[in-house]
């Protein structure tokens, strides 16, 4: 189980971690980054799923299919969109 | 079954930061997403192996199987189709997407509570409910954010007492949420008010904030939605969740900062203060007049200067002119004049957004510069050409402290030997502040529509021959 205080340990770390790992990128890079990091929040698809998993009334299913719905948009969306983008910056073959 | 999903869930974790580190590099950042991606599909084909998303029949799975078939295509299309110059809107809607989930996610553990179900304990049922507010405000602030660089909405409204309006959901927001997750008793009714609040709040927020401050509110969103993510994966005790979830929230913040930091605006300033209503006021006298220039003059000081910096804006975006100035830049440089680019850190609607528009029309990234490192290089170069931007490129942000946007940083283009405005029209820039650069002694216009000016200037440089 996580909870007390190794729950408030990894929500520490994790923050200094996304701090610093940002802290270094160009700006040309940033739209990409905000895509990317939209991207990597579509894991709440995880979350979802199992939300629906136990839902048990019409009520708790149907917002539990939403939730799966929103999150597996948010995950595809933000994926292709990244990809997308920083295929331009790849560097041009035989130019 | 349970071991393999926590280790599956560890290693994307580990993915995701890998993933977002090597996002700092050019070369390495289209590797970080793909690896990115691979955990995360990896990561929810195990989550089927969860005994909880079995744990109400058979049913909810087939929902689940055609909830996520149904987003990804959805999602996949509009991608895949929407134009690069539409692209910020595209991630605040995905952004918010991701907001709603987290927000839905709560609604169904609180639902349950209000159905009688054990209530988990005070500390989880706090964050749960804070995961609600965070990404149900989210949800319906970047679905507006959506709507107005869409174009849907265009005016900024304003409602009389609309920051005491904004204070009283707030306030209710937090004590309906307060009573709920502090009594662990939970009235459905109550419930419903709640989630109404919230969505009604990520509006009001939104509605007042200008399009031209657009790109500090999606990358508060999105830190807001991956912190709610976060929040959620407390109560669901999923640690891919909390990890994953916090690395954007604090990214995202650490982002939203530099973004206001570019505009030398407090964050609080860009949110709770529009930027044309105290504006204006302090205009002054503008000496000078604006002079106009043709295309065919315009291309001839350029194609004998021996270095012309460029400094693209939203505008530019929007009459679509990168493949023209990618020409351009080709048929200079053919001619030895040296051409850079200069992009300030908030130019168009999001950061970096122009850099992406130039690399879509095959500009390499190299000749691209930043704020700090293109200014000095200014006063050396003959020509400094805009198009599009106005505010970024206002002198007044360094000599009148009265302006607006005085102490912003800005493109110093008025101290290039000669400076040529691309501009559709004779009006004010988005925060409606008069352009002294446009009135500077060494600054021309050449009115006309971006991309068909850049072509005249393509045309122009070639028929020097």
């Known amino acids: 189980m996580i909870e007390g205080f190794t729950a408030l340990y990894i929500f520490m770390l994790a923050a200094f971690t996304g701090y610093e790992v940002i802290s270094r990128v160009p700006v040309i890079l940033h739209t990409p980054l905000m895509s990317g990091s939209n991207f990597v929040h579509g894991i709440v698809v995880v979350g979802a799923m199992v939300a629906l998993g136990h839902a048990e009334t019409g009520l708790e299913m149907t917002i539990g299919f939403v939730a799966v719905f929103l999150a597996a948009g948010n995950a595809v969306g933000g994926y292709v969109a990244t990809v997308r983008m920083l295929e331009m910056f790849q560097p041009k073959k035989g130019d | ?465």
């Open chain 2, 1 to 465: 079954m349970d071991m393999l999903i926590e280790i599956v869930y560890f290693i994307s974790a580990i993915v995701f930061i890998v993933g977002l580190k090597q996002m700092s590099s050019p070369v390495t950042a289209r590797q970080g997403i793909v690896w990115a991606g691979i955990a995360m599909a990896i990561a929810t084909f195990v989550t089927f192996g969860d005994p909880a998303v079995y744990a109400h029949g058979s049913m909810n799975v087939i929902l689940i199987v055609i909830a996520i078939v149904a987003g990804s295509i959805i999602a996949y299309i509009t991608a895949k189709r929407v134009e690069m110059t539409d692209m910020p809107q595209m991630i605040a809607i995905y952004n918010g997407m991701g907001g709603g989930a987290a927000a839905a996610i709560a609604a169904v553990e609180l639902v349950k509570v209000a159905g009688g179900a054990e209530a988990p304990n005070t500390t989880v049922l706090t964050l749960a409910t804070l995961g609600a507010i965070i990404g149900a405000v989210s949800f319906s602030g970047s679905a507006i954010a959506f709507a107005k660089l869409q174009g849907l909405i265009n005016k900024t409204l304003r409602l009389p007492m609309h920051m005491v309006i904004n204070l009283v959901i707030f306030a209710a927001m937090l004590v309906l949420g307060g009573m709920m997750a502090f009594t662990g008793e939970i009235d459905p009714t109550m419930l419903l008010i709640f989630f109404v609040l919230t969505i009604i709040f990520g509006i009001m927020f939104t509605l007042p904030i200008g399009g031209a401050d657009m790109p500090v509110v999606i990358s508060l969103f999105n830190a807001l939605t991956g912190l709610a993510v976060a929040f959620e994966g407390f109560l669901l005790q999923n640690a891919a969740m909390i990890i994953a979830g916090t690395v954007v929230g604090s990214s995202g913040t650490l982002l939203t900062q530099l973004m206001a930091k570019a505009m030398n605006r407090p964050i609080s300033n860009v949110l709770f203060s529009s930027f044309g209503s105290d504006g204006g006021g302090a205009d002054e006298e503008v000496e000078g007049s604006m002079k106009e220039v043709q295309a065919p003059d315009a291309a001839i000081m350029m194609a004998y200067a021996s270095k012309v910096i460029i400094i693209p804006g939203y505008g530019m975006a929007v009459a679509q002119a990168q493949h023209k100035l990618a020409e351009l830049t080709k048929v200079l440089e053919a001619r030895g004049v040296e051409v850079k680019y200069a992009i300030h850190p908030v130019a168009g609607r999001m950061p970096g957004h122009m850099n992406v528009l130039l690399a879509e029309a095959g500009i390499d990234y190299d000749r691209i510069y930043d704020l700090e490192d293109i200014n000095p290089e200014f006063p050396s170069s003959e020509v400094a050409l805009v198009i599009g931007a106005n505010d970024v490129v206002n002198p007044v942000a360094r000599s009148n402290p009265d302006s607006p946007i005085y102490g912003m940083p800005i493109l110093d283009a008025d101290r290039a030997q000669n400076c040529i405005v691309i501009k559709r029209g004779r009006g004010a820039g988005f925060s409606g502040i008069e352009n002294h650069l446009f009135y500077a002694d060494n600054t021309q216009m050449l009115y006309g529509d971006g991309q068909k000016m850049v072509g005249e200037l393509v045309a122009g440089v070639k028929d020097l021959g």
